[in-house]
């Protein structure tokens, strides 16, 4: 009974904010599916030379790819911070936790531009390492994979470390005591406890961190090369280069199948682990 009151306050607070958020994404959305069907002409037309373009078949392995590497990489990053924020006093972890934070007080465009300072082929870390290695040094970090790789997985790392560290600390910490009554060690611990009870904060990030690398823009558009270009760069090509909206639209609305495809069998997936 206590359950179910929580749910009708939550819903009762929560369904205006949402039906505000549907109310202003319906226009656009609306008007994105219009110009994908080629208006009032009801054509599939630009869905057909879409998938049959080698252009967008190829920028969407690029997006998929892009989009599991950062995740993986930010997943893991995250977890280990995570991790070491459980070991900390509340007091230092609240400082921690702030650290963490750092990055959102910062622009993504600000810091594109303070990676290529930092990762160009004169940038701040090719020259200390042209200072330890005594000669020259120009490595590639910047307008190529590594770069977009480097951005995206700074950006969406401190999302996944607060819901990992929410799973972390609901763990009884009774649970590891009988488990080190029972001899298992620090590693065994880990793979038998800790991960499988942190699981429902480390779907909840994997579902987060994947929703917004399939849709990034400024990151690939700053950092990475011709190669590195993302669904959103080519809805931005075909919106600005092309003047083709319903090549435009088309891709958005596809775009849009691809982050559903991804979120419904994660979201299930929390639900069941929950």
Sequence with gaps: ?????EMRGAFFFVTPATLLTLTILAVPL?????????????????????????????TLATTVIIAVSSAVLSLVLGYIIALHLTRQPPKRRSIYMMLVLLPFWTS?????????????????????????????VQLELVLNRIGVLIGMTNYLTPFVVFPILASLLAIDPAVYRAATVMGAGPVRIFFTVTLPLSLPGIIAALSSVMVMGLGFFVIPALLGGPRDAMLSNLVDFYTRE?????MASAAGVLLLGLVVLVTVPLTILRKRKA
Excluded: H, Q
Excluded at 31 to 43: D, E, K, P, Q, R
Excluded at 111 to 135: D, H, I, M, P, Q
């Design 108 to 136: 993504v465009l600000v810091k594109c531009y303070a990676f290529t300072v930092l990762l160009g082929r004169a940038g701040l870390v090719n020259e200390f390492l042209s200072w330890v290695a005594g000669s020259p």
């Design 30 to 58: 609306f008007y994105i599916f219009y110009n994908s069907v080629g208006g009032a002409g009801l054509s599939l037309a630009a869905f057909r030379d879409l998938l049959s373009s080698g252009l967008f078949l190829r």
């Design 242 to 246: 092309t003047l083709d909206w319903n």
């Design 1 to 5: 009974m206590i359950r179910t009151a």
